[in-house]
């Protein structure tokens, strides 16, 4: 008989996500080259980069929206285990624990705000397809149970005197905070952010800097954010790592990031004096 | 005593607010159309085409699913109702099994075609999709002129009416209440479907695809659900069709009745099942209860495609939502129309108390 091969893979001590030698090439061009980082547990950690670096697209390998990458992403999923997300289904991801907003936020029009909250509990639902059709009492139970949790997220963040409206023409920050609460319904373990604050104004981004900060102590989550507004970053961020190109510049805390040489060159440009 | 009517009344406008109590009415009144037609209000002939207008609905409120709340659109409707209804019929009238046993099984079968169809045409989307569809429905149309020894070819298929093991021999006028206590129940499983997490998860992969899938929704699986419940709808239909309908022939289940389909639920209203409904008595009950008696227009040839194209462009024009949409305005219009009113008659006093 044929023995099953599982592979094993291994995770440092209280590190969650480990993404070993990513690389994603497009064509010719290499979107990532190569790519090393560790984010620890409960730590908030910023990729940031000019445009075209790359930043989403290490986001899509993450989350499996690209398949095609090489090198591995090993993840301490909700069970404990210890997984390379590259096997995983873009569709599974979440069940592992990590879940995503979008640059350009994916909300469902039509469907009212706590709906689309609901939406991001699709797999904490238990019941089958057939009891659903017939509408048995257990899945009203659960409907209700998960629509408590889903205004209690929404209390959280604030929004909940607007649960009824529907997601379509809300202000952008409605927008992206129905989104937070939409990743917040799976009880992640590891949330990416995808340009949070872009389209906020100053006061917004700054409240979304407590709220990030909030996320994390209550769900005791790590998250990693996307950014180009740099105050947020510094101010949110634990941890930093510098990308142009695909490749890696630096990885430091926000003081060394804004210290380095070679950061100010990929922003700035360098000076031939 | 003015509190408890007023108690009363609250616990009625909420009772009648629920969706269930509202398609348990809806059967009740459907189930008042055929005592109406024993005592001569209503035609038999009338009888007929209400009875199709809720066969179309059934089969409408699968495609609704399809394309309202999913966003696949199909063109194989007419294919799967001539499948099941053939079915029925061979089965009772040349195996003679029961009634019931027909039933279940004219759904199975085209349940299971439909699955393997969708597995394999699910995977490609839009217009393509329909062109798949399209293609499914065309074969299944031509078997049923080739295989004349079951279907009858062009001479058709009869049944008759349904004889139902505990009710015996159904008439006419009970089988128009069969066809409508069917639809009512689909029109229940819909709004089952809708409510939930399947509702939700099908709007949210019509909606966005990548934020469905980053949430956990798998989209080959749920297309490949609704598609299986647009067979089990349309296949419901054909039941209906065949047990109301005296005869049946391989020409009814052509293209046209697939875009009827389609039509119904675009001027009806994508998304709503009240709308389904009104969208099929506009383009199967009007023009041939109201159209065919009016003099002169009635005598064109062609009436009902001229008339539902009319309406699919006014529809798309100015609810593009479907009509079913039109509530709203009335609503508006008519809460404009009170305060015009009432400013006028304030406007009056106003002056009145200055002449004094």
Redesign the interface.
Not at chain 1, 181 to 204: F, H, Q, V, W, Y
Not at chain 2, 71 to 90: E, V, W
Not at chain 2, 99 to 118: E, K, N, T
């Given at each position: 008989m044929m023995k099953k091969i599982v592979e094993t893979y291994e995770l440092a001590e209280g590190i969650v996500l480990d993404i070993k030698n990513l690389s994603m090439t497009f064509g010719g061009l290499r979107a990532v080259d190569n790519l090393s980082f560790q984010i620890k547990k409960n730590q908030i950690y910023g990729l940031i980069g000019p445009n075209g670096a790359g930043k989403t697209t290490v986001f899509n390998c993450i989350t499996q929206f690209y398949k095609s990458a090489t090198g591995e992403i090993i993840f301490e999923n909700k069970n404990g285990e210890i997984i390379n997300l590259n096997k995983v289904p873009v569709d599974k991801v979440i069940n592992q624990g990590i879940v995503r907003t979008f640059q350009n936020v994916e909300l469902i029009k039509d469907l009212t705000i706590l709906e689309n909250v609901l939406v991001g509990a699709h797999i904490d639902f238990k019941v089958t397809l057939f009891e659903e059709v017939f509408r048995v009492g257990r899945v009203r139970k659960e409907e209700q149970a998960l629509r408590d949790k889903a205004m209690e997220v929404l209390k959280f963040l604030g929004i909940d005197a607007m649960k009824d409206f529907l997601a379509f023409g809300l202000p952008y920050g409605i927008s992206k905070k129905v989104e937070l609460a939409r990743t917040l319904m799976s009880n992640p373990k590891l949330i990416i952010l995808d340009e949070p604050a872009a389209g906020l104004n100053d006061t917004e981004s700054i409240q979304l800097a407590h709220l990030i900060k909030e996320i994390k102590d209550r769900y005791q989550c790590s998250i990693l954010l996307v950014e180009h507004d740099m105050r947020l970053v510094m101010d949110v961020c634990d941890q930093i790592c510098a990308i142009s190109f695909g490749k890696l510049l630096e990885i430091g805390t926000p003081k060394q990031i804004q210290q380095s040489k070679i950061v100010q060159e990929a922003y700035l440009g360098r000076t031939d004096e | 005593m003015e509190q408890s009517k007023l108690v009363l009344k609250t616990k009625v406008t909420t009772l009648l607010k629920s969706p269930y109590i509202q398609y348990g009415l809806f059967a009740v009144l459907l189930s008042i159309l055929p005592m109406l037609q024993e005592i001569g209000i209503l035609k038999s002939s009338e009888i007929t085409i209400l009875g199709s207008v809720m066969v179309y609905s059934i089969a409408a409120l699968g495609l609704n699913l399809l394309l309202g709340y999913s966003g696949l659109a199909s063109l194989g409707t007419a294919g799967f109702m001539g499948l099941a209804a053939y079915t029925t019929a061979y089965f009772v009238q040349d195996l003679g099994l029961p009634y019931i046993v027909a039933f279940i099984v004219s759904i199975i079968i085209p349940l299971a075609i439909g699955i393997i169809v969708g597995f394999i045409s699910l995977r490609i989307e839009g217009m393509y999709l329909a062109i798949g569809t399209l293609i499914v429905a065309e074969i299944l149309l031509k078997s049923f002129t080739q295989f004349s020894d079951i279907t009858g070819g062009g001479i058709g298929k009869p049944m008759g009416y349904p004889n139902i093991a505990i009710l015996g021999q159904l008439t006419k006028n009970q089988t128009f209440t069969l066809v409508a206590i069917v639809l009512v129940i689909f029109m229940i499983?819909t709004y089952?479907?809708v409510r939930?997490?399947?509702g939700?998860?099908l709007?949210?992969m019509?909606?966005?695809e990548?934020?469905?899938?980053?949430?956990?929704?798998?989209?080959l699986k749920y297309r490949l659900?609704t598609f299986g419940f647009a067979t089990i709808f349309a296949a419901a239909a054909g039941v209906m069709w065949i047990s109301f309908l005296p005869r049946i022939y391989p020409n009814d289940w052509g293209l046209t009745v697939s875009l009827n389909i389609l039509a119904i639920i675009v001027i009806g209203g994508l998304?709503s099942i009240w709308g389904t409904l009104l969208g099929s008595f506009i383009v199967i009950g009007v023009p041939n209860l109201i159209l065919k008696n009016i003099p002169i227009i009635g005598n064109i040839p062609g009436i009902p495609n001229i008339f539902t194209g009319l309406m699919i462009v006014l529809v798309i024009m100015y609810y593009p939502y479907g009509l079913i949409y039109i509530g709203h305005d009335v609503k508006k219009w008519y809460r404009y129309i009170k305060n015009y009113i009432q400013k006028l008659t304030n406007k009056k006093n106003n002056i009145d108390e200055v002449g004094k």
């Amino acid at each position: 008989m044929m023995k099953k091969i599982v592979e094993t893979y291994e995770l440092a001590e209280g590190i969650v996500l480990d993404i070993k030698n990513l690389s994603m090439t497009f064509g010719g061009l290499r979107a990532v080259d190569n790519l090393s980082f560790q984010i620890k547990k409960n730590q908030i950690y910023g990729l940031i980069g000019p445009n075209g670096a790359g930043k989403t697209t290490v986001f899509n390998c993450i989350t499996q929206f690209y398949k095609s990458a090489t090198g591995e992403i090993i993840f301490e999923n909700k069970n404990g285990e210890i997984i390379n997300l590259n096997k995983v289904p873009v569709d599974k991801v979440i069940n592992q624990g990590i879940v995503r907003t979008f640059q350009n936020v994916e909300l469902i029009k039509d469907l009212t705000i706590l709906e689309n909250v609901l939406v991001g509990a699709h797999i904490d639902f238990k019941v089958t397809l057939f009891e659903e059709v017939f509408r048995v009492g257990r899945v009203r139970k659960e409907e209700q149970a998960l629509r408590d949790k889903a205004m209690e997220v929404l209390k959280f963040l604030g929004i909940d005197a607007m649960k009824d409206f529907l997601a379509f023409g809300l202000p952008y920050g409605i927008s992206k905070k129905v989104e937070l609460a939409r990743t917040l319904m799976s009880n992640p373990k590891l949330i990416i952010l995808d340009e949070p604050a872009a389209g906020l104004n100053d006061t917004e981004s700054i409240q979304l800097a407590h709220l990030i900060k909030e996320i994390k102590d209550r769900y005791q989550c790590s998250i990693l954010l996307v950014e180009h507004d740099m105050r947020l970053v510094m101010d949110v961020c634990d941890q930093i790592c510098a990308i142009s190109f695909g490749k890696l510049l630096e990885i430091g805390t926000p003081k060394q990031i804004q210290q380095s040489k070679i950061v100010q060159e990929a922003y700035l440009g360098r000076t031939d004096e | 005593m003015e509190q408890s009517k007023l108690v009363l009344k609250t616990k009625v406008t909420t009772l009648l607010k629920s969706p269930y109590i509202q398609y348990g009415l809806f059967a009740v009144l459907l189930s008042i159309l055929p005592m109406l037609q024993e005592i001569g209000i209503l035609k038999s002939s009338e009888i007929t085409i209400l009875g199709s207008v809720m066969v179309y609905s059934i089969a409408a409120l699968g495609l609704n699913l399809l394309l309202g709340y999913s966003g696949l659109a199909s063109l194989g409707t007419a294919g799967f109702m001539g499948l099941a209804a053939y079915t029925t019929a061979y089965f009772v009238q040349d195996l003679g099994l029961p009634y019931i046993v027909a039933f279940i099984v004219s759904i199975i079968i085209p349940l299971a075609i439909g699955i393997i169809v969708g597995f394999i045409s699910l995977r490609i989307e839009g217009m393509y999709l329909a062109i798949g569809t399209l293609i499914v429905a065309e074969i299944l149309l031509k078997s049923f002129t080739q295989f004349s020894d079951i279907t009858g070819g062009g001479i058709g298929k009869p049944m008759g009416y349904p004889n139902i093991a505990i009710l015996g021999q159904l008439t006419k006028n009970q089988t128009f209440t069969l066809v409508a206590i069917v639809l009512v129940i689909f029109m229940i499983l819909t709004y089952n479907i809708v409510r939930g997490r399947t509702g939700r998860a099908l709007m949210a992969m019509r909606g966005s695809e990548s934020a469905a899938q980053a949430m956990g929704i798998n989209i080959l699986k749920y297309r490949l659900i609704t598609f299986g419940f647009a067979t089990i709808f349309a296949a419901a239909a054909g039941v209906m069709w065949i047990s109301f309908l005296p005869r049946i022939y391989p020409n009814d289940w052509g293209l046209t009745v697939s875009l009827n389909i389609l039509a119904i639920i675009v001027i009806g209203g994508l998304k709503s099942i009240w709308g389904t409904l009104l969208g099929s008595f506009i383009v199967i009950g009007v023009p041939n209860l109201i159209l065919k008696n009016i003099p002169i227009i009635g005598n064109i040839p062609g009436i009902p495609n001229i008339f539902t194209g009319l309406m699919i462009v006014l529809v798309i024009m100015y609810y593009p939502y479907g009509l079913i949409y039109i509530g709203h305005d009335v609503k508006k219009w008519y809460r404009y129309i009170k305060n015009y009113i009432q400013k006028l008659t304030n406007k009056k006093n106003n002056i009145d108390e200055v002449g004094k």
